[in-house]
């Protein structure tokens, strides 16, 4: 069949709409038809050349939509189901699939680094040559062939525009909270760059009863968002030493967690120093493979400071994302705040110039 889909061919280029020929799904697999999908900046990443994926690809790794026909021995889904994307495949067997990390699972990284499905091949073409998945899941696609392990079937009372949220900020964000660094009620939680996924940090600290929450960004746009998810503090880092500024709102100790939500070496250095003693930095934000990062060894030892950083929340997503819709339905997860803006899908590129402004807390292209 054919398919409406935003197709990336080169890094620097703009996102291309092509109409793509999508095959059957095999078996194990779903078909698709996407309602939304969500604008994250680890797409962008990829646009501008800033991480590297096979090209060309269908990108988008955030969406919400209809199961449209199943492949065969699908069981957990049929069609006319809603479902969230899952954006890291598992193989539901493995130590990280079974010891709760199914996002560290061998398979999700496999697909992620050929562009294919679990059997090696892609259901995507344009003009008969090959078309890559992103993630296994590229939800710029009006329909997309995934991987059954990677659907996940939602309620059908729950709107896709916002339910596609949950696929990839929300779970990221709030999942770093609650399973990576497991803040303490009554804990200091810093927050450095608060677009889609950071807001969604702040959220899941003030869930996590932090008492003090500071937000970091360049932008009194994003800050004001902050304090709309539940930032206590706020910081503009454009106007001088966001370490300093924390030390200060501290009264010297410093936090204890600090989260880097942005994906620069420079702001994950200033969330380490950032920490009190036996504090813990996760880094959210993706770099280029090559990027590094480093920090003065005595304050690990002396001050047993951590280090460390979370690949989509470490969350068990099956069990995680209904507990996330019962927090929205219980008026304790902020979702429609969240959807700032909504794009008719040809309008990607512009949906993707409003995120490099800054203009948006998190927005999504509809079908
Ligand atoms: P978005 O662009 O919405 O937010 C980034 C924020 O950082 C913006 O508000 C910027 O203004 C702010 N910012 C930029 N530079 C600075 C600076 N020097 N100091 C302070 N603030 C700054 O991006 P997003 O929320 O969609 O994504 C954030 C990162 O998270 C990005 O690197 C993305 O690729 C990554 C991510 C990680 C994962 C994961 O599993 N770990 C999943 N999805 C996205
Ligand atoms: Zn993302």
Request: charge should be negative.
């Given at each position: 069949m054919k398919s409406t889909a935003a197709v990336?061919?080169?890094a620097g280029?703009?996102?291309?709409?092509?109409?793509?020929?999508?095959?059957?799904?095999k078996a194990g697999?779903?078909?698709?038809?996407?309602?939304?999908?969500?604008?994250c900046h680890s797409d962008l990443h990829v646009m501008t050349g800033h991480l590297t994926a096979p090209l060309p690809a269908i990108l988008g790794h955030e969406g919400a939509g209809v199961v449209a026909e199943v492949g065969a021995g699908v069981t957990s889904v049929r069609a006319g189901d809603h479902v969230i994307p899952l954006w890291r495949v598992s193989c539901g067997e493995c130590e990280h699939c079974t010891g709760g990390r199914p996002a560290l699972c061998a398979a999700g990284?496999?697909?992620r680094r050929t562009g294919r499905l679990l059997d090696g091949t892609s259901?995507?073409?344009?003009?008969?040559?090959?078309?890559?998945?992103f993630n296994?899941?590229?939800?710029?696609?009006?329909?997309s062939v995934i991987p059954e392990r990677s659907v996940l079937k939602i309620p059908d009372d729950l709107p896709l525009d916002r339910a596609a949220l949950l696929g990839c900020a929300v779970i990221t964000g709030v999942g770093a909270v609650f399973n990576c660094a497991k803040v303490r009620p009554g804990s200091s939680v810093l927050v450095i760059g608060t677009g889609g996924v950071g807001l969604n940090v702040v959220q899941g600290a003030a869930l996590?009863?932090?008492?003090?929450?500071?937000?970091?960004d360049l932008l009194d746009r994003k800050l004001d968002f902050a304090r709309q998810f539940g930032a206590t503090h706020t910081v503009n880092a454009s106007s001088g030493d966001p370490v300093a500024a924390v030390r200060d709102l501290t009264g010297g100790r410093g936090v204890d967690y600090a989260f880097e939500v942005i994906g620069l070496p420079k702001t994950m250095r200033q969330a380490y120093d950032c920490l009190a003693k036996r504090g813990m930095a996760v880094v959210v934000g993706v770099s280029p493979f090559t990027a590094e990062v480093s920090v003065p060894v005595m304050s690990l030892v002396f001050?047993?400071?951590?280090?460390?950083g979370s690949i989509y929340g470490s969350a068990r997503p099956r069990h995680d994302i209904p507990m996330l819709i019962d927090l929205y339905r219980a008026k304790k997860l902020k979702l429609d705040e969240l959807l700032t803006r909504s794009y008719p899908f040809e309008e990607i590129n512009e949906a993707y110039a409003a995120l490099e402004r800054g203009e948006v807390a998190r927005s999504v292209v509809t079908f």
């Open positions: 990336l061919f080169e280029r703009k996102l291309e709409l092509h109409d793509v020929d999508v095959a059957a799904p697999e779903v078909l698709v038809r996407m309602a939304a999908g969500g604008v990284l496999e697909v259901r995507f073409t344009l003009g008969g040559k090959e078309i890559k998945h296994g899941v590229s939800t710029f696609s009006a329909y996590a009863g932090a008492e003090r929450i500071i937000a970091v001050e047993e400071r951590v280090l460390t």
